[in-house]
T-cell receptor, first 116, second 119 residues
């Protein structure tokens, strides 16, 4: 089935470590995104990518890095510079361009990151 | 920059009744999309309904409908015949529509409304 796969679902990070969250989609979507959700809060955009080998910072990019080497993959690295990384992370994608579907955003099932 | 405001942190409704969730937004854009997403305890984000701002007709999807007031920048969600499975957090979201109809999915979310449906 087509969709977005995020892994791992749960991840624990020690202070000072970098960790990478995986996001893979087989929807042939051009654009991919990473959002962060804190408990009881809405989603905030970390990074997004419209095409391969290109990406832009979102509203809260500090302490994070991404790459987009393949259309179907958009991994997020949470670096040690991110002071408060404990949160729920959601990856999303959309078929950018002139789409009659109205550019609906599809989400993965999310990854929980906890600092220990 | 856009902002989205959901002024009701929590709502509750009896099963089979109707409930309306409020959303207001602020933008200088004239072309955009508005969405309602549902997030159940599983945390999966599920699209409930979508509205194109250039369409005057309010969107409907089965038991879900919206009241879109563009001039007032209001986008409320009405859930009819509420079911226990509707219990979730609901998010209102805004996305700019570029010239030519393209967009790149930079969603701006509200803070969410927790809806509880009681039997």
């Amino acid at each position: 089935d087509g969709g977005i796969t995020q892994s791992p679902k749960y991840l624990f990070r020690k202070e000072g470590q970098n960790v990478t969250l995986s996001c893979e989609q087989n929807l042939n979507h051009d654009a991919m995104y990473w959002y962060r959700q804190d408990p009881g809060q809405g989603l905030r955009l970390i990074y997004y990518s419209q095409i391969v080998n290109d990406f832009q910072k979102g509203d809260i990019a500090e302490g994070y890095s991404v790459s987009r080497e393949k259309k179907e993959s958009f991994p997020l690295t949470v670096t040690s510079a991110q002071k408060n990384p404990t949160a729920f992370y959601l990856c999303a994608s959309t078929a950018a361009g002139r789409q009659s579907s109205g550019n609906t955003i599809y989400f993965g099932e999310g990854s929980w990151l906890t600092v220990v | 920059a856009q902002t989205v405001t959901q002024s009701q942190p929590e709502m509750s409704v009896q099963e089979a009744e109707t409930v309306t969730l409020s959303c207001t937004y602020d933008t200088s854009e004239s072309n955009y999309y508005l969405f309602w997403y549902k997030q159940p305890p599983s945390r999966q984000m599920i699209l409930v309904i979508r509205q194109e701002a250039y369409k005057q007709q309010n969107a409907t999807e089965n038991r879900f409908s919206v009241n879109f007031q563009k001039a007032a920048k209001s986008f409320s969600l009405k859930i009819s015949d509420s079911q226990l499975g509707d219990t979730a957090m609901y998010f209102c979201a805004f996305m700019k529509r570029n010239a030519g109809g393209t967009s790149y999915g930079k969603l701006t979310f509200g803070q969410g409304t927790i809806l509880t449906v009681h039997p």
